[in-house]
């Protein structure tokens, strides 16, 4: 149904840029994950509209990317592996991710054997590109961990003649939607970070960093863009996040506790038209991600100074 969505919205002239798997926990792990996303390269593949094709990316833990069946199938249909990344750090990686420190090693065991498979095929030209997303839960652990990451990543890219990585840096918030307690007050952009290492070798190799948000807007005048289209105007709220469930959500909806419809009953024409026309409501008062609260760099400041203008006001 997703792959028809799209298509049937390239025939009404409107260009979805990016479409991102993460699936409700690891995608790899669904039984139908080769027949389903073989569908995703078909589209492709067959594309004919005027307006050029989604890029498509497979969010993923690296956990199976080793297996041959499971990159064979990511490269048949040029699908670009985003692999979610916080730290390498053994003790803090196990915590994070089966709440066991003690298993940390043998999972980043395997996650390091995916990461070198996808290098080893990106250096030899097989796949479309790769991206690692630094998603921070907590900012602390990107910050103590980020030197270590890096130093990894671009020996073992070095090893299979790749010259460039690239990695998504997630500004540290702390609340979404209620999913996280409040810890922060500001939105932190690791400015000291993106200055340090964005641009620079390490290993002889070129780190590029690129903040989450570029992969939706491209530039200002997109956000402007928002600000003319939306009746709260909300930056996350903008795009399109599709559940398991077929229901349109918030991104930062982590409980889905609010949908807009849903993709098997609705185009993306009119599930685009509920976000333009919602109002805020209970869904985002919890949440410390919304435009009045805003902080951390002088965009973000000057747009909630636009928000509270303008009295956008969910009270």
């Keep these: 149904m997703l792959v028809e969505r799209i298509e049937e919205a390239a025939k009404q002239g409107i260009y979805i840029r990016h479409c991102g798997h993460s699936g409700a926990g690891e995608p790899t792990l669904h039984p139908g994950f080769s027949k389903h996303i073989g569908l995703f390269g078909k589209m492709i593949e067959q594309w004919s509209y005027s307006i050029p094709p989604p890029n498509i990316s497979l969010v993923t833990n690296a956990f199976l990317l080793h297996r041959n069946d499971i990159m064979q199938t990511i490269i048949d249909n040029s699908i670009i592996p985003t692999i979610s990344l916080p730290t390498i750090n053994p003790k803090e990686y196990g915590e994070l991710m089966v709440g066991n420190a003690e298993k940390g090693d043998a999972l980043l065991e395997s996650v390091f054997e995916g990461v070198e498979k996808c290098f080893k095929e990106q250096g030899a030209g097989r796949l479309k590109d790769l991206y690692f997303h630094c998603s921070p839960p907590q900012r602390d652990i990107v910050r103590n961990g980020i030197s270590a990451m890096l130093d990894h990543l671009t020996k073992t890219a070095k090893k299979h ?98 949908d807009f419809g849903d993709i098997f009953s609705h185009s993306f024409k009119e599930l685009m038209e509920r976000k333009e026309s919602y109002e805020p409501d209970f869904l985002c008062k919890p949440c410390n991600q919304k435009p009045t609260d805003l902080k951390g760099s002088l965009l973000l400041s000057l747009l909630r100074l636009i928000f509270r203008v303008k009295k956008y006001s969910i009270d």
């Design 161 to 258: 003649r790749v010259g460039k990585i690239k990695v998504i840096i997630f500004p540290a918030t702390s609340n979404r939607s209620g999913a996280i307690k409040k810890q922060y007050k500001t939105i932190d952009m690791f400015k000291d970070i993106y200055k340090k290492y964005n641009k620079k070798k390490i290993n002889t190799v070129q780190v590029e960093l690129m903040y989450s948000y570029k992969m939706f807007y491209k530039s200002i005048m997109e956000i402007v863009d928002v600000f003319r289209s939306f009746k709260y105007p909300c930056l996350w709220n903008a795009s399109f996040f599709i559940s398991s469930s077929g229901a349109s959500l918030c991104v930062n909806d982590q409980a889905h506790s609010y």
